[in-house]
């Protein structure tokens, strides 16, 4: 249930506005001349509002699809990103988006087709060369399906398209819009990861490891290519055994060969937005150890963090071929 | 603590009375505190509710909520509804605010102007008061959105104008809502005091700046060293006596950043 909805006037008689008003019809629905008087404003506190968010509906007018970060890929020649949505229904602790954003409301921008036409626009930028899409970095990609069609609308764009390929990052088991339609070879879903033990302290509200497994056999099942993102990678005393039993967990159910790439990412996290959250959550664990501050961006400990990743990359190539293996890291630091 | 902001002394009235709440003498504006409650008298308008609501913050030593509750007109809600405020909206500037809701209240909300003069032509879907926004523009200085909330008794409508208002009938239009404001303030306090738990520095902190000398931006550093010293180890206290042999503020700082490595 959602007790608030608050929609920029001038979208309000829009048909995709109006379904997502009639979703929530208990709803008290607030008209906005701009959806960032409620989302962008000073004097909000992210964590407080994580306990009843609001819906925000809105129109992004501009910036629909942007260069990806650096060090952000699986690969392909170009890289970008778009955010049909602001903001997780999940409760991550180490995400960055609890320092970015100072609203924990959603914000759904409901002009999907100008998106569509941005992204076929970028695509037609790079003929025949591998254009990346990533959809969930702004928020899960399909966690929020059920009201948002997100998938649904988007992946018959990619059908055709053979050069622009998509990457559903998610945490989810909403995949019924996937299961029900034929798989797509420039589609990638790709499932994070922690551990468990880090998953029952630092991801509220996400799917358990096992129901993601889960969701991941029905999709491998399907033909769906599927993607591993273990980003961040969260210190536990016993990180080693940790990563390692996460492993074993997930290749004893997915087939590595149905498994498009792999990726492995070290906690990291701008020290702007750091500063934010740790002022947030100062009784969480993971904002109260000595992080190191390289080239403005906030992590571990040099030493352990290479040991981190050397050891799950390591690991991971037991399994896996190193073709499919890649390392996020900012460009301030080198990749195992 | 909760900070109310009221114009007038008929609507004050009885929430002094159901709050138990002292007259403070000496203050520039009629002021009534308790344990956990300040209520200031405010006087008519959104100037007057600002500069009170300054006054007051410059009175409340500790984080506060904050309330503005009074009388508004409405084209036809009944009157003695009572409402809470989803949008403020500065009637002569046209600037808007949105207090955010963590809890659900049981209160019916509704969008809310504040205007310069008594409106008698009323717009469709709106209440209207004097206060709200200068009350709003104000506060939002001194906390967060969560923690400031306008709470409105329909005082008049098109079937009944604001001429025939009167103190007895607005001290009985506020006691009728009374038992939904108090749950409202309790459930309000509620969420501010673990918030304030949260973020409360511990006691440590204190003797440890009675022991060493620290400067101000030391005293900063070592308020965050303490809070995190603290999540770390939940179960043991941080004392003296761990630090007694460490001969000086830059020992103590160091002492406690070593501590927080992985």
Redesign the interface.
């Known amino acids: 249930m959602m ?2 909805i ?1 929609a920029e006037e001038a979208i309000l008689d829009d048909p995709h506005t109006q379904t997502l008003i009639k979703r929530f019809k208990k709803s ?1 629905l ?1 008209p ?2 701009h959806y960032g ?2 989302f962008n ?1 000073k ?3 992210f964590r ?2 994580k ?2 968010p ?1 819906l925000i509906l809105a129109r992004k007018n501009n910036e629909l699809v942007l260069p990806a970060p650096a060090g952000y890929g699986i690969g392909g020649n170009h890289n970008y990103y778009f955010s049909h949505m602001l903001n997780c229904v999940y409760d991550c602790r180490y995400c960055f988006l609890q320092g970015m954003y100072r ?1 924990a409301n959603y914000v759904i921008f409901i002009n999907f087709n100008d998106f569509k036409q941005a992204i076929l626009d970028t695509a037609a930028n790079h003929p025949g060369e591998q254009t990346w899409f990533y959809s969930g970095y702004d928020c899960d990609s399909l966690a929020y399906e059920p009201v948002t069609n997100f998938a649904q609308t988007f992946l018959p764009l990619f059908d055709g398209h053979a050069n622009a390929w998509l990457e559903l990052r998610t945490k989810s088991t909403q995949i019924r819009n996937l299961l029900e339609r034929d798989a797509l070879d420039n589609v990638v879903v790709a499932y994070s990861f922690t551990p468990e033990a880090i998953s029952q302290v630092y991801e509220q509200g996400v799917p358990s490891v096992d129901k993601r497994i889960e969701a991941m056999l029905k999709l491998q099942n399907k033909g769906w290519k599927l993607g591993l993102r273990f980003d961040p990678m969260i ?1 536990h005393p016993d990180y080693q055994q940790q990563y390692s039993d996460l492993f074993q967990k997930i290749f004893a159910r997915i087939d590595p060969a149905a498994v498009h790439s792999v990726s492995l990412g070290a906690f990291r996290i701008p020290k702007g937005f750091y500063q934010n959250v740790a ?1 947030l959550y ?4 993971l ?4 992080m190191e501050n390289t080239a403005g961006m906030m992590s ?2 040099i030493g ?1 963090e290479k040991a981190m990743l050397e050891y799950c990359h390591q690991q991971l190539l037991e399994v896996i071929p190193k073709s499919i293996f890649f390392t996020c890291t900012p460009p301030s630091k080198e990749a195992p | 603590m909760i900070n109310i902001v009221i114009a007038l002394d008929c609507e004050a009235k009885p929430l002094i009375a159901r709050f138990g709440l002292k007259r403070q003498q000496q203050h520039t504006y009629p002021l009534y505190t308790s344990e956990h409650i300040n209520l200031i008298v405010s006087g008519i308008g959104k100037l007057n509710a600002a500069t009170a609501s300054g006054y007051l913050a410059g009175l409340t030593r500790e984080p506060a909520a904050w309330l503005n509750i009074g009388i508004a007109g409405h084209k036809s809600h009944s009157l003695g509804t009572l409402y809470l405020a ?2 403020i909206t500065n009637q002569q500037s046209q600037q ?1 605010w ?1 207090p ?5 209240t049981g209160i019916a ?1 509704a ?1 809310l102007a504040s205007f310069d003069v008594p409106v008698t032509e009323y717009a469709d879907e709106l209440l209207h008061d004097m206060e709200a926004a200068g009350f709003y523009q104000a506060t ?2 001194f ?4 923690f400031i909330h306008c709470l409105k008794i329909v005082s008049d409508n098109a079937e009944h104008s604001t001429q025939k208002i009167n103190k007895q009938m607005v001290s009985k239009l506020i006691h009728g809502q009374l038992t939904p404001i108090e749950t409202f303030i309790s459930t309000l306090n509620n ?1 501010l005091e673990r ?1 304030n738990d ?2 409360a520095t511990p006691n440590i902190y204190n003797d440890i700046l009675q022991r060493w000398h620290f400067s101000t931006y030391q005293q900063y550093h070592l308020k965050q060293l303490v ?3 603290t ?2 180890n939940p179960q043991k206290m941080l004392s003296i006596e761990e630090l007694a042999s460490l001969k000086n503020s830059h020992r103590v700082l160091i002492h406690l ?1 070593d501590a ?3």
């Open positions: 007790q608030f608050y008290t607030i906005v001349k008087e409620v404003r004097g909000q506190n407080l509002q306990q009843q609001a609203s210190y002022l100062p009784d969480s664990a904002f109260a150890h000595n571990y400990p352990l | 989803h949008k808007n949105y955010a809701f963590t809890f659900k909300t969008s939002c200085r906390n967060s959105a969560e969420q918030w949260i973020t809070k995190r010293w999540t770390l950043q927080l490595d992985i």
